[in-house]
């Protein structure tokens, strides 16, 4: 299994554009592709932290950029037989459904619509160039993780039982959710039809639970069958909106906020895991502690998996930003403590708390 970490910087939204940017992306050498994010140290503005991806995409990045980089690519091996994953990670509010789902005008649409669009395209053309011999087919499931438990996004939320739909392990080692609705699909607007409705699901749902849709994983897979004669060659690309990454503990401590914020805490944990040890190409992948990387089988099929970190640039995400960026950079903190523009007051004036009297501060030049 393959897999690729990319980081991608969303703009400043109109509200936003007298704030200040604390994160930008930076290259190894000129001339380069942007592989670095950097930041400054919350603790320390002097200092600046770097964090390594295989690629970063920077604020003028457009959704056709994203998805021609990233996921075009891997087209042809999803009809090589190939699995293909795409996780959308980051906190709420840095851009994880405008990356995977999008705008409704053609440029602002998402990498899943245009997934959606390509398979049948290249699908199309395969049905063409073989004279009808190989024929492709296309089936949907789309589904949400949330506190741990499995609903369906096609079917409406009245039919959900408390329990979710069950795990069952098939006999190949697979695990699939029982009970899991899947529906054929023959074109982008039959696609564009069932996931409208299916997205109107998942938030009358977390609206019931007086919950947010952010609370919860979106997985939709997309499951792609070739046939050619009597053979037939099955393969699956997944396109996961995950649950917000930030410490809901901070924020909202109630009872049903903590249940939720340990449930996805754990199982971003467990996925971070799988894709460090898929990138150190380990043996063991411990995909099997949690629900999400269970029934993806992360690292336990042969595919390409590519992880998309958002990340908003505004200093009031700082804290949870510099999570999620240890969370998911491949190289952790490369150049720690890389120091610019320092000045070092020998006088701290005894007011300022966290600082002996007399001591060394650190300050950055203003
Ligand atoms: P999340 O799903 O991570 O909570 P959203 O995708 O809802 O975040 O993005 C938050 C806001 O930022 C939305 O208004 C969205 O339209 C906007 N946004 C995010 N990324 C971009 C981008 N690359 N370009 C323009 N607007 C963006
Ligand atoms: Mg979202």
Redo the contacts with the bound molecule.
């Keep these: 299994m393959s897999i690729r970490v990319v980081a991608?910087i969303?703009?400043l939204?109109e509200k936003e554009l007298d704030k200040d940017m604390i994160v930008r992306s930076d290259r190894v050498e000129p001339g380069k592709p942007d592989t670095i994010v950097k930041i400054p140290n919350p603790k320390n503005e002097a200092e600046e932290f770097s964090f390594a991806f295989n690629g970063v995409y920077d604020?003028p990045?457009s959704?056709e950029t994203l998805f021609t980089c990233e996921v075009q690519p891997h087209l042809k091996s999803l009809f090589q037989g190939y699995d293909v994953t795409i996780f959308?990670y980051?906190?709420?509010?840095?851009?994880?459904?405008?990356?995977?789902?999008g705008?409704l005008k053609l440029a602002e649409r998402g990498v899943i619509p245009r997934l959606l669009s390509g398979i049948f395209r290249r699908g199309r053309k395969i049905a063409k160039d073989t004279a009808g011999q190989t024929t492709a087919r296309v089936s949907l499931s789309y589904y949400e993780i949330y506190n741990d438990k499995v609903f369906d996004l096609l079917e409406p939320p009245e039919k959900r039982t408390p329990a979710g739909l069950p795990l069952r392990a098939e006999a190949n080692g697979r695990t699939v959710v029982a009970g899991l609705s899947e529906r054929a699909c023959e074109d982008l607007r039959d696609f564009e039809k069932l996931y409208i409705e299916a997205n109107a699901n998942r938030v009358t749902a977390a609206t019931k639970l007086n919950a947010h849709s952010?609370r919860s994983h979106a997985i939709l897979r997309v499951k792609l069958t070739q046939t050619t004669g009597g053979a037939v060659l099955e393969s699956t690309a997944s396109a996961i909106?995950l649950a917000?990454s930030e410490d809901n503990r901070r924020t909202d401590n109630g009872k049903e906020r903590l249940v939720e914020s340990a449930a996805i805490n754990k199982s971003l944990f467990v996925l971070s895991q799988c894709i460090d040890a898929i990138s150190r190409g380990d043996k063991r992948i411990p995909y099997r502690e949690s629900k999400m990387t269970r029934i993806l089988s992360l690292g336990q099929n042969k595919g390409i998996t590519v992880m998309i970190l958002?990340l908003?640039p505004l200093r009031s995400y700082h804290l949870d930003t510099l999570s999620s960026l240890n969370v998911s950079s491949r190289a952790k903190r490369i150049e720690v403590r890389e120091i610019e523009n320092e000045v070092v007051f020998k006088q701290v004036p005894r007011a300022n708390p966290g600082v002996a009297p007399g001591g060394i501060a650190r300050q950055p030049l203003r």
């Design positions: 991608r969303r703009p939204l604020q990045t959704q959308a980051g906190v709420t509010g840095t851009g994880k459904t405008h990356t995977m789902r705008g952010s909106d917000g958002n908003a």
